[in-house]
């Protein structure tokens, strides 16, 4: 028989009312965990199509099945990929001929080489149209063609690649131009701590671009009689190990001392101006195709569309190694031309008058090809074309009409989204774009997300270039349920805002009116939480962010700045006043070609400067900590707590990350990190008067869509209820 155990003591009821809090965080995440997969389910659903079919009508012949074994799955799936060139159309076709599989077996050996197995076999397993079956193998450069006719209903590859070759040692001799690792960078992947066979693969055909693209580096820095040749090539057939030198006869290097210039308007024949410039720069096809485009752009843009430069050497004195040219320049402008008419083609769907605004050049202006060509690319940035081209019609020597020739992209694009991370575990979700919305050019995005933890859906309505060129006006709706650490985050809202973009500084600043549901919800009766659980905010929001990285996946140089301003007030339409600031940036730099160090910094705080600290949006606190914040904690956790050991959030925070990359491959790096955030549960100790520190080390794969990173943080100074570390596997780089 159960017994009813009266609580009596502060310690019982203490226990007790901790045990039935973590019942409730139970039946919460369960629930909570059936609403997602249920969520999950239905946008994986209604992100397949379905087609409907009549059952009336006779089922069409089935296409012909293609198939390629031994080569791994993802090289199986690209050798695959690859061969869909050979396909017409869309859809196999029902039965492939001779013709296919002799064209397909020789990509395949041709891409078995380029990736280093050199003597691959290849065999066809042909199911014909009779039901019997047929087999051809390839094992030597040169093949007996096929029988003749040959209809298959399934081809099977079965590729044997054999055996793996790769540079054992390579050697240069004669090369003083570029530094020896430079060069070896053009002939094998040198980017990481250990050399692996892989990365220093040899096939002849890699070996002759190689050569060519050292070549022409040493042309580019003046080099001109530069040749270099492989000597000594000798390949082991059992082990694929292959020894050569590359031999570099460099030659004097050519420098461009002077250019004498000589310009001629129109068809006169004798010259209006002349002048001498003195480069002092490397000779090369490129310094000679750059100045002479250079001086054909001075013309261009007063209108001459015709000007045509010529150069030529006029004399040249030799030193030692070095060979002094003396250049000259003719420019011929042609004769002076006007815009007769602009014109479009190819555009069914978008309006003219969209397309006119775009265009700096009207009818009877100077035609300034510069100009035109500005006006392609602000057509094609309208994002509604796949193609844009610039055609030029005479109609006599002094007018010419302009078209453009435009290729009209998809309406309508879906995106399935795929991603993980330590707190949330898997995000699924679908994206949907429409481009070209009633033929304005104006895009819309639907984006839904599920993960384990939370839901969330933005829609975006972009007018571009609503108020002149780079000015665009855009319209936001969000909503946000999100599992806290200590709260579930709901939010949900909508706004309209300008933005615009500053090409010359790499500069976007936007700014929005934002009105927003704000609740903190499910939260314990006996946490104690400072500022409003629920609350109505309208603000006006300011973004800012100057990027100069070299890559936004990978950054290796360069550094990024952001900064978000929301001011809130009871005077634009909610019933919250509060201030809220927050500032980031990233800095990158490359010790070698294989180190890397990376370094960020953030900071935020939140304030009531007309009203009281407890009107503060709770949901508007900072929560640091994460796999892209402190790497010790978990999403949230590196946060103020309360007397309870409850995470309550800062007011203000201050936060820094430190990383040093050490590329073990190409494609996999090691990282030691270590990041730091001090912070404050009210203002009023700004900028903090509490901090945790982590360190810990992760290692990270090289994908095209970002790098996957697993990481450990352990915490040098936890708290109380702190963990001793966290381990997290994301997608992305941390800052």
């Given at each position: 028989?159960?017994?009813?155990?009266?609580?009596?003591?502060?310690?019982?009821?203490?226990?007790?009312?901790?045990?039935c809090?973590?019942r409730?965080?139970?039946?919460?995440?369960?629930?909570?965990?059936?609403?997602n997969?249920?969520?999950?389910?239905?946008?994986?659903?209604m992100?397949?199509?379905v087609?409907?079919?009549?059952?009336?009508?006779?089922?069409?012949?089935?296409?012909?099945?293609?198939?390629?074994?031994?080569?791994?799955?993802?090289?199986?799936?690209?050798?695959?990929?690859?061969?869909?060139?050979?396909q017409?159309?869309?859809?196999?076709p029902?039965?492939?001929?001779?013709n296919?599989?002799?064209?397909?077996?020789?990509?395949?050996?041709?891409?078995?080489?380029?990736?280093?197995?050199?003597?691959?076999?290849?065999?066809?397993?042909?199911?014909l149209?009779?039901?019997?079956e047929?087999?051809?193998?390839?094992?030597?450069?040169?093949?007996?063609?096929?029988?003749?006719?040959?209809?298959?209903?399934?081809?099977?590859?079965?590729?044997?690649?054999?055996?793996?070759?790769?540079?054992?040692?390579?050697?240069?001799?004669?090369?003083?131009?570029?530094?020896?690792?430079?060069?070896?960078?053009?002939?094998?992947?040198?980017?990481?701590?250990?050399?692996?066979?892989?990365?220093?693969l040899?096939?002849?055909?890699r070996?002759?671009?190689?050569?060519?693209?050292?070549?022409?580096?040493?042309?580019?820095?003046?080099?001109?009689?530069a040749?270099?040749?492989?000597?000594?090539?000798?390949?082991?057939p059992?082990?694929?190990?292959?020894r050569?030198?590359?031999?570099?006869?460099?030659?004097?290097?050519?420098?461009?001392?002077?250019?004498?210039?000589?310009?001629?308007?129109?068809?006169?024949?004798?010259?209006?101006?002349?002048?001498?410039?003195?480069?002092?720069?490397?000779?090369?096809?490129?310094?000679?195709?750059?100045h002479?485009?250079?001086?054909?752009?001075?013309?261009?843009?007063m209108?001459y569309?015709?000007?045509?430069?010529?150069?030529?050497?006029?004399g040249?004195?030799?030193?030692?190694?070095?060979?002094?040219?003396?250049?000259?320049?003719?420019?011929?402008?042609?004769?002076?031309?006007?815009?007769?008419?602009?014109?479009?083609?190819?555009n069914?769907?978008?309006?003219?008058?969209?397309l006119?605004?775009?265009?700096?050049?009207?009818?009877?202006?100077?035609?300034?090809?510069?100009?035109?060509?500005?006006?392609?690319?602000?057509l094609?940035?309208?994002?509604?074309f796949?193609?844009?081209?610039?055609k030029?019609?005479?109609v006599?020597?002094?007018?010419?009409?302009?078209?453009?020739?435009?290729?009209?992209?998809?309406?309508?694009?879906?995106?399935l989204?795929?991603?993980?991370?330590?707190?949330?575990?898997?995000?699924?979700?679908?994206?949907?774009?429409?481009?070209?919305?009633?033929?304005?050019?104006?895009?819309?995005?639907?984006?839904?997300?599920?993960?384990?933890?939370?839901?969330?859906?933005?829609?975006?309505?972009?007018?571009?270039?609503?108020?002149?060129?780079?000015?665009?006006v855009?319209i936001t709706?969000?909503?946000?349920?999100?599992?806290?650490?200590?709260?579930?985050?709901?939010?949900?809202?909508g706004?309209?805002?300008?933005?615009?973009?500053?090409?010359?500084?790499?500069?976007?600043?936007?700014?929005?009116?934002?009105?927003?549901?704000?609740?903190?919800?499910?939260?314990?009766?006996?946490?104690?939480?400072?500022?409003?659980?629920?609350?109505?905010?309208?603000?006006?929001?300011?973004?800012?962010?100057?990027?100069?990285?070299?890559?936004?996946?990978y950054?290796?140089?360069?550094?990024?700045?952001?900064?978000n301003?929301?001011?809130?007030?009871?005077?634009?339409?909610?019933?919250?006043?509060?201030q809220?600031?927050?500032?980031?940036?990233?800095?990158?730099?490359?010790?070698?070609?294989?180190?890397?160090?990376?370094?960020?910094i953030?900071?935020?705080?939140?304030?009531?400067i007309?009203?009281?600290?407890?009107?503060?949006?709770?949901?508007r606190?900072?929560?640091?900590?994460?796999?892209?914040s402190?790497?010790?904690?978990?999403e949230?956790?590196?946060?103020?707590?309360?007397?309870r050991?409850?995470?309550v959030?800062?007011?203000?925070?201050?936060?820094?990350?430190?990383?040093?990359?050490?590329?073990?491959?190409?494609?996999?790096?090691?990282?030691?990190?270590a990041?730091?955030?001090?912070?404050?549960?009210?203002?009023?100790?700004?900028?903090?008067?509490?901090?945790?520190?982590?360190?810990?080390?992760?290692?990270?794969?090289?994908?095209?869509?970002?790098?996957?990173?697993v990481?450990?943080?352990?915490?040098?100074?936890?708290?109380?209820?702190?963990?001793?570390?966290?381990?997290?596997?994301?997608?992305?780089?941390?800052?």
């Amino acid at each position: 028989m159960a017994r009813l155990h009266q609580v009596t003591s502060k310690s019982e009821r203490a226990a007790f009312d901790r045990v039935c809090v973590v019942r409730k965080r139970i039946r919460r995440r369960f629930a909570c965990l059936g609403r997602n997969l249920l969520c999950i389910w239905l946008v994986v659903f209604m992100a397949i199509p379905v087609r409907a079919q009549d059952a009336a009508q006779p089922a069409p012949p089935k296409p012909a099945k293609l198939k390629i074994s031994g080569y791994g799955l993802l090289g199986n799936l690209r050798l695959r990929q690859m061969l869909r060139i050979l396909q017409e159309g869309k859809t196999p076709p029902t039965l492939y001929d001779a013709n296919f599989v002799e064209d397909a077996a020789l990509l395949l050996v041709s891409r078995l080489n380029d990736d280093g197995f050199l003597r691959p076999v290849i065999t066809a397993r042909l199911t014909l149209d009779d039901g019997t079956e047929a087999i051809h193998i390839w094992d030597e450069p040169v093949e007996e063609p096929m029988q003749r006719p040959i209809a298959a209903r399934a081809v099977q590859f079965e590729i044997d690649p054999g055996v793996f070759y790769y540079f054992e040692d390579l050697k240069f001799s004669g090369l003083d131009a570029v530094p020896e690792k430079t060069a070896r960078a053009y002939f094998v992947e040198t980017g990481g701590l250990l050399s692996l066979k892989r990365n220093r693969l040899y096939s002849p055909e890699r070996l002759k671009r190689s050569i060519g693209n050292l070549t022409d580096q040493l042309h580019r820095l003046g080099y001109q009689n530069a040749s270099v040749v492989t000597t000594n090539i000798d390949s082991n057939p059992q082990t694929g190990a292959t020894r050569a030198t590359v031999v570099v006869q460099q030659g004097p290097q050519f420098i461009v001392r002077s250019v004498f210039q000589e310009l001629y308007i129109d068809t006169n024949a004798e010259p209006a101006e002349s002048r001498t410039v003195y480069p002092g720069e490397p000779f090369s096809k490129i310094w000679e195709q750059d100045h002479g485009q250079s001086l054909r752009t001075n013309y261009f843009q007063m209108g001459y569309p015709d000007t045509t430069v010529t150069i030529e050497t006029a004399g040249q004195s030799t030193q030692t190694n070095q060979v002094q040219l003396d250049m000259k320049a003719v420019v011929h402008t042609g004769p002076r031309v006007r815009v007769g008419t602009v014109s479009f083609s190819g555009n069914v769907r978008t309006r003219d008058a969209v397309l006119e605004r775009r265009l700096p050049l009207d009818d009877g202006d100077w035609l300034n090809r510069i100009r035109a060509e500005r006006g392609r690319y602000r057509l094609s940035r309208l994002g509604v074309f796949d193609s844009v081209e610039l055609k030029y019609d005479a109609v006599d020597e002094h007018t010419r009409n302009i078209t453009y020739v435009l290729d009209e992209g998809k309406q309508i694009d879906v995106s399935l989204l795929f991603g993980f991370g330590s707190y949330e575990l898997l995000r699924g979700g679908v994206q949907v774009d429409q481009f070209n919305v009633f033929g304005r050019a104006h895009h819309q995005r639907l984006k839904v997300v599920q993960s384990f933890r939370s839901s969330s859906a933005d829609y975006l309505y972009t007018m571009p270039e609503f108020f002149g060129e780079n000015m665009d006006v855009f319209i936001t709706g969000e909503g946000l349920r999100r599992e806290e650490v200590s709260f579930t985050r709901l939010e949900y809202g909508g706004g309209a805002g300008l933005r615009k973009y500053f090409r010359g500084i790499h500069t976007d600043i936007s700014t929005r009116y934002n009105y927003e549901i704000l609740q903190a919800q499910d939260v314990d009766p006996d946490i104690e939480l400072l500022g409003v659980q629920n609350s109505r905010a309208a603000a006006i929001i300011t973004d800012l962010n100057h990027d100069r990285r070299d890559n936004p996946l990978y950054p290796r140089r360069g550094y990024k700045l952001f900064a978000n301003l929301e001011v809130a007030s009871d005077y634009l339409g909610g019933d919250v006043d509060y201030q809220r600031m927050e500032m980031s940036g990233a800095w990158h730099r490359a010790i070698s070609d294989s180190q890397w160090v990376h370094l960020g910094i953030s900071h935020g705080l939140v304030a009531a400067i007309s009203s009281t600290a407890e009107d503060l949006p709770f949901n508007r606190r900072f929560f640091p900590g994460g796999e892209n914040s402190v790497r010790g904690y978990t999403e949230g956790e590196a946060a103020p707590r309360n007397e309870r050991g409850e995470v309550v959030g800062a007011e203000t925070y201050l936060l820094g990350n430190f990383e040093f990359e050490q590329g073990l491959t190409p494609t996999w790096s090691v990282v030691v990190f270590a990041d730091a955030v001090t912070f404050g549960r009210d203002l009023s100790a700004y900028p903090g008067d509490e901090t945790l520190v982590s360190v810990g080390l992760g290692l990270r794969w090289k994908t095209f869509i970002g790098p996957v990173r697993v990481e450990y943080g352990h915490n040098l100074n936890p708290r109380s209820e702190d963990p001793s570390g966290a381990v997290h596997f994301s997608l992305g780089f941390p800052f």
